[in-house]
């Protein structure tokens, strides 16, 4: 089970300098990726947030062996060509490191109305559908240059639980990122459902859920969790954040 860091881009860290300093410390002390949240706006009492690819951009200069993505980007609200551009950049300046995290978003933090974009979800689970086959599309040589890893980065698919069409939909990439997991029976009852439905196998497969610091993982390995993202809430401090990292991922 890989171990990693992941935090919004808010208020304190929303200067990406600070998480290219922390990126380095999570590389040097160990974790295996660090990721950020994917916002326009947020919630009170969030007033700053930064561009979580542009971020992302400093985290890969920073650093040389760390994943790196955000988790997770809502494609209905974002062009996708754009989107496959800065991904296919990123995969480049990092070397090979990003995973691409996508799902429908949220409608309660204030990003969708005041801008015009697309509330119904419905709408927005079809406009990922589409924003994730075109994504393969230029990235399989629509544009250039294409991304660093083949076929493609690696596709983690966000999921609610205990909604199951998600699942469906992570099924077609490469992993499934739970989100509002009661515990690791869930866990494990979903990847058994992963298991059934993919009896070949048919190349890796990742389960990754979002857990807060000190979580014993123990039950969560054993019931399949192949990433443990150590998460922080909506207003992570550098000082926090990096006592976390310093404790090392265990």
Known sequence: MKRAIDVG??????????????????????????????????????????????????????????????????LSR??????????????????????????????????????????????RARLLDHGLDALARYWAGEFEPVPVQRPRPPVWVAGQWPNRRPVRRALRWDGLFTIGLPGPEALAELAAEIRDARPGGDGPFDLITELPPDTDLGPWERAGLTWAVTFFGPQPTEAGVRAVIDAGPG
């Open 9 to 74: 881009l808010f208020d304190e860290l929303a200067d990406p300098r600070v998480a290219a300093r922390l990126a380095a410390r999570a590389e040097e002390r160990g974790w295996d990726g660090f990721f950020v949240w994917d916002h326009i706006a947020y919630r009170a009492p969030v007033r700053a947030v930064a561009d979580p690819w542009v971020a992302l951009a400093a985290v890969a200069c920073a650093t040389s062996r760390v994943r790196i993505g955000a988790l997770v980007t809502p």
């Open 78 to 123: 974002r062009r996708v060509h754009k989107v496959a551009r800065e991904t296919a950049t990123l995969d480049l300046l990092s070397s090979g490191r990003l995973i691409f995290g996508a799902g429908l978003g949220s409608a309660r933090n204030g990003e969708l109305e005041p801008f015009g974009e697309v509330t119904d979800p419905r709408e």
